[in-house]
């Protein structure tokens, strides 16, 4: 097993990689393209980006640019609070694939839930699946009682589940609950900003299988069933985040790494979200 043939079945029959390589905060065009590159050549194969992100315009072009061709990679996008609701998030989602040069995505994503916008946002979504221009719809930062809230209108419930998921903040609850539902967990800062890189338990862990201690993170998200998506600039960490398909936690091992768990959150509150309909 590698990164490039590891893929996990979505509840709509689709296949998405476990691993993938998240693009936010790339914005200027020559990190785009260098990014891409050393991911591409290290058989990353999912891409995710987000209106929010303001870089779709420079993912599609970097993709050109490389010659890479549309087959062989799996796009994630992501419709942003300000663009939720029935019209504006069609209009949006059109207008983020033209700057993605694309005739569709492979997943299309609520970014966060908001109150003003839930179900004629989703009513979007499953329309867009419908005329071919996203394979796969889900969400992103939702809870429990959100996607509880969900079934209660949705012609069609979301095959993947975006937040955030580290050994900080292990939110098992919530994978459980996705599991239940056939929902793909996806962890978006899989290694917690940094903030859990010097943990010294997973320090131990990572001097007992020679790797670093990213490695040890992402071999348990891996472990997990989770998907995920580390981000990087940098080629010799792109191509470590990769090299995490050699090794085995144990059972004991994956125990440790979940009892770090502290419920510690480095973004936004969902419910908060919601409630405001925006950030904060």
């Avoid at 942003?80 to 694939?97: F, P, W």
């Avoid at 809230?149 to 993947?160: R, S």
């Avoid at 967990?185 to 862990?205: F, M």
């Avoid at 580390?230 to 979940?258: C, G, W």
Wanted: charged share 20%; glycine share 4%; aromatic share 10%.
């Amino acid at each position: 097993m590698g990164i490039q043939s590891n893929m996990l079945k979505l509840a709509d029959g689709n296949k998405i990689p476990q691993e993938g390589f998240g693009l936010y905060k790339i914005t200027d065009q020559v990190t785009m393209n260098n990014s891409i590159q050393a991911a591409y050549q290290n058989c990353y194969r999912l891409f995710d980006t987000a209106q929010l992100y303001g870089n779709e315009k420079e993912v599609g072009q970097a993709f050109k640019n490389l010659s890479i061709s549309r087959e062989n990679i799996f796009v994630t996008t992501k419709v942003s609070e300000a663009n939720q609701g029935y019209q504006s998030t069609i209009d949006s989602v059109k207008k983020s694939l033209k700057k993605l040069q694309m005739d569709y995505v492979d997943l299309l994503l609520v970014h966060w839930p908001i109150q003003r916008a839930f179900f004629d946002t989703w009513r979007a979504f499953e329309d867009l699946k419908k005329d071919g221009l996203t394979k796969s719809i889900g969400v992103s930062n939702f809870q429990i009682i959100h996607l509880q809230y969900l079934t209660t209108q949705a012609n069609e419930m979301p095959v993947v589940n975006q937040i955030e998921l580290h050994p900080r903040l292990t939110q098992k609850p919530m994978l459980k609950y996705d599991q239940e539902h056939q929902i793909i967990t996806q962890a978006w800062s899989p290694l917690g900003r940094g903030v859990v890189l010097d943990i010294p338990e997973l320090k131990s862990i990572a001097k007992q299988h020679n790797k670093s201690t990213a490695q040890i993170i992402l071999r348990w998200h891996l472990q997990n069933g989770v998907s995920f998506i580390p981000k990087s600039v940098h080629p010799e960490r792109i191509k470590q985040n990769a090299d995490i398909y050699d090794f085995e936690l144990s059972t004991d091992e994956m125990n440790q790494i979940d009892a770090l768990n502290q419920y510690l959150r480095t973004g936004r509150e969902p419910e908060l979200t919601y409630e405001n309909n925006h950030q904060y």
